[in-house]
């Protein structure tokens, strides 16, 4: 059964950095694309980033792009979202999600098959 677990949100002020980590277990992880998405209260979850599985391919929204970096250590079964320059606006729960397809090419803002529980991240003014 797949697991996807992340850690690492909590409270930072604005200009502040966190960085999530998502850790994967059940799947040959290394074959598989993984993506962040957001939501906010009251609004409908949003694509943050993508890396496909090989890491060799990246996407962002164009909200972080320059402020948020995604990566992934195939060896650890882990994918990774640096936060920096956080604004206010950033605050969401932050989903982890991957894409059942092996080996696949990246899609920008394709909906993930599983998805971890959601972490809180909080950017105060």
């Known amino acids: 059964q797949v697991q996807l677990v992340e850690s690492g949100g909590g409270l930072v002020q604005a200009g502040g950095s966190l960085r999530l980590s998502c850790a994967v277990s059940?799947?040959?992880?290394?074959?598989?694309?993984m993506s962040w998405f957001r939501q906010a209260p009251g609004k409908e979850r949003e694509f943050v980033a993508a890396i496909s599985w090989s890491g060799g391919t990246t996407y962002y929204t164009d909200l972080v792009k320059g402020r948020f970096t995604i990566s992934r250590d195939n060896p650890k079964a882990m994918v990774y979202l640096q936060m920096n320059s956080l604004k206010p606006e950033d605050t969401a729960v932050y989903y982890c999600g991957l894409k059942d397809r092996l080996r696949g090419p990246l899609v920008r803002a394709e909906v993930p098959d599983r998805w971890g529980q959601g972490i809180q991240v909080t950017v105060s003014s």
């Open positions: 059940g799947r040959t992880f290394s074959y598989h694309a």
